[in-house]
């Protein structure tokens, strides 16, 4: 999607921000600073709304979760913390594992687990705590300890972070909380949290975390002493360490609590209008991370929702007796209902979406009047969307990788999209097919075998296979069963994370999309030295294009969602092919490509289809019938992800 070119606004300072912004410019720190001494807050906030939208469409994510403080006995006595007491304290709990294991449920996806830096407790508790919850509620993916827990468990227990890490990643840790980076500025520091680890540490913990597949959170605490230079430095030292790693998924800017802290009056919350100016500058200074909480426990579910149109697109959970913001005095519930959740984010005009901790949709909750629409979030299928209206009220774009979007559709719950063509194969009856598609004769450039060996030697190799595919995993089936004979390969499900994926144990990789572009112009993957173009494999053997994605509309449909997705898909793909320079402007960058790589890449593909097309389907619906047994390689998936 590219972006609105006709945004008015009040402050005319806004307008080289947002031509900056448009053509994927990065904002300067002079930027930031002039962001927030903007007082055109509604200009600042369409800004944002509008890259939010480019990222996750209507989408806004929410996981059932559940937030576990495990102790209050501190040993650190930072200012601002109104949670932590001292083991001798009326106040001070410990939890034993069986209280939290009777905290969780089965049908939670998340528990968030942070607490006090307890003096006694051994390394193996910690590890126990882990290995039962995950052992009691596989569904329950556990986001544990935030960098200041992991230095104190290295210090404590004289391991280095990256052991302490594997030990907890081996006992069940999927993610990191974001929790402890407080503002990256030594003078705050040592004001308030003299005895915390700097923002060295913090930032080492991650990258250790980022580098093992451990993906983490990033929070900055902000109302209290810290200056707006500070504010916008913190957003820069993130943006910094994220294009390294890639590996942190949310910025959450945490309202301070001022409590009985000392720090400010016991009633001084932060105002709503820097609630939301924080939420939308960090949306536009941290162009590479993909996701701003709006943490509701902590802005009120009322300033959350208004933060939804100002640049977040996640509000974080259910939560459930969250205790560090309401011991110093959060005036928000406790705990949100589910419903009352999804509400919320009805309220401000969005899609609600169920996630899991890595952000992979579970199910959808529109308004019954709205018709979902998945927008593939790969970049051969951003010439699909320039024309789709900037807000509309019947037709919701949620951003859905091809897997999830063929196991929503079977829920029922998505209306059209561009469809994987093996999902279009089994749903044809409940779906009417559109003459337009992603197709491409040779090379795809972004379905590739990253392998060790040679096609005949991946006899008995074990193959990892990118969780997003839907359609390029059967035809990696069918070249190697049907065009190279091989039959005895072990696929094995992994959830991409971006860079920091450890496939060691593995004898080849397929990768598709943004991903799959993004390390090829990235110098490949270190030990994989051959790199196999599915799309051009196909066409070597069969000479025909190869049809990746099929768009179709579930029958049912209102007549005004059809028109008006259909109206949409014609304007965009009518618009001349010169857009595609536009398209590399503003995506070539995050990927690593240059504006003349993306416009080549685009041009090879076919989105209008013929009869050449229809032919290459038949084709590869005829090879996919013919393999020996889709039961068997399907079982020897290994599912680790935890959908
Ligand atoms: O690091 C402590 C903050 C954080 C106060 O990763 C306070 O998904 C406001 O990190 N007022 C812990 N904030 C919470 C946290 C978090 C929350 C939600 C989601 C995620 C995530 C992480 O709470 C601490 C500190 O910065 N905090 N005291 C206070 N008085």
Request: hydrophobic residues 40%; proline residues 5%.
């Amino acid at each position: 999607m590219t972006f609105p070119h006709n945004f008015t606004f009040r402050d005319k300072s806004l307008y080289p921000l947002w031509d900056k912004i448009r053509v994927g410019e990065r904002l300067s720190k002079e930027d930031g600073l002039g962001l927030f001494a903007s007082d055109d807050l509604i200009g600042v906030g369409r800004m944002a709304n509008a890259v939010a939208r480019a990222k996750s469409g209507d989408s806004v994510y929410f996981v059932l979760n559940r937030k576990l403080e495990p102790t209050n006995i501190c040993v650190l006595s930072c200012k601002f913390c109104d949670f932590a007491v001292k083991p001798d304290s009326p106040e001070a709990y410990e939890m034993t594992i069986a209280e939290m294991l009777s905290k969780l449920r089965p049908d939670l996806h998340e528990v968030h687990i942070t607490g006090g830096l307890h003096p006694k407790w051994p390394w193996e508790f910690y590890i126990d705590m882990v290995r039962q919850i995950k052992t009691q509620f596989p569904n329950v993916d556990v986001k544990a300890f935030t960098a200041v827990e992991i230095d104190f468990f290295s210090k404590k227990f004289k391991k280095s972070h990256e052991q302490v890490l594997r030990e907890l990643q081996e006992a069940g840790l999927r993610t990191m909380p974001g929790g402890g980076a407080e503002v990256f500025s030594e003078r705050v520091r040592k004001h308030l949290f003299h005895q915390k680890i700097g923002a060295k540490t913090w930032f080492d913990v991650h990258r250790t975390a980022h580098r093992l597949g451990i993906q983490s959170n990033v929070t900055m605490l902000y109302g209290h002493i810290e200056t707006i230079e500070e504010r916008v430095e913190h957003m820069l030292r993130v943006r910094e360490c994220q294009d390294e790693t890639n590996g942190f998924l949310s910025f959450i800017p945490l309202a301070f609590q001022p409590g009985d802290t000392g720090i400010k009056t016991r009633n001084d919350f932060t105002s709503a209008v820097d609630d939301l100016k924080t939420i939308a500058v960090s949306r536009l200074m941290l162009d590479n991370v993909p996701h701003i909480k709006a943490y509701w426990v902590m802005l009120t579910a009322e300033v959350a929702t208004i933060a939804l149109s100002f640049g977040a697109d996640d509000m974080d959970g259910t939560v459930g007796e969250e205790r560090i913001a309401h011991d110093a005095g959060a005036i928000s519930p406790m705990e949100l209902a589910k419903g009352k959740l999804i509400s919320i984010i009805h309220d401000a005009g969005k899609l609600p979406v169920e996630r899991d901790v890595w952000y992979n949709p579970i199910a959808v909750y529109p308004k019954p009047e709205w018709s979902v629409v998945s927008k593939m979030p790969y970049l051969n299928s951003v010439p699909f969307y320039n024309s789709f209206p900037e807000y509309s009220t019947i037709v919701k774009l949620a951003p859905l990788a091809p897997r999830v979007f063929g196991k929503l559709s079977e829920q029922g719950s998505v209306a059209a999209g561009p469809m994987s063509l093996r999902d279009y194969m089994s749903m044809s009856d409940e779906f009417e097919r559109l003459d337009y598609g992603v197709a491409v004769k040779g090379k795809a450039n972004s379905v590739l075998l990253f392998s060790k060996y040679d096609w005949p030697e991946l006899s008995g190799k074990k193959i990892s296979i990118t969780a997003e595919t839907s359609t390029s995993v059967e035809l990696l089936r069918v070249l190697l069963e049907n065009r190279f004979g091989i039959n005895n390969f072990v696929f094995h499900r992994t959830h991409p994370t971006d860079g920091s994926h450890d496939y060691s144990n593995f004898d080849a990789i397929l990768l598709i999309g943004d991903e799959a572009l993004r390390r090829a112009y990235g110098g490949g993957i270190p030990g994989f030295g051959k790199v196999f173009d599915l799309a051009e494999e196909w066409y070597a053997w069969k000479e025909m294009p190869f049809v990746f994605a099929v768009w179709a509309i579930r029958k049912g449909t209102t007549e005004n969602a059809r028109k008006e997705i259909l109206q949409s898909l014609e304007h965009s793909l009518a618009e001349p092919a010169n857009r595609f320079g536009k398209i590399g402007r503003e995506h070539g960058a995050r990927l690593g490509m240059s504006e003349a790589e993306v416009s080549d890449y685009l041009s090879q593909f076919r989105y209008r289809f013929t009869l050449e097309e229809y032919a290459a389907m038949a084709e590869f619906e005829m090879e996919y019938a013919n393999l020996n047994s889709t039961d068997r390689v399907e079982q020897a998936f290994s599912l680790s992800e935890g959908f």
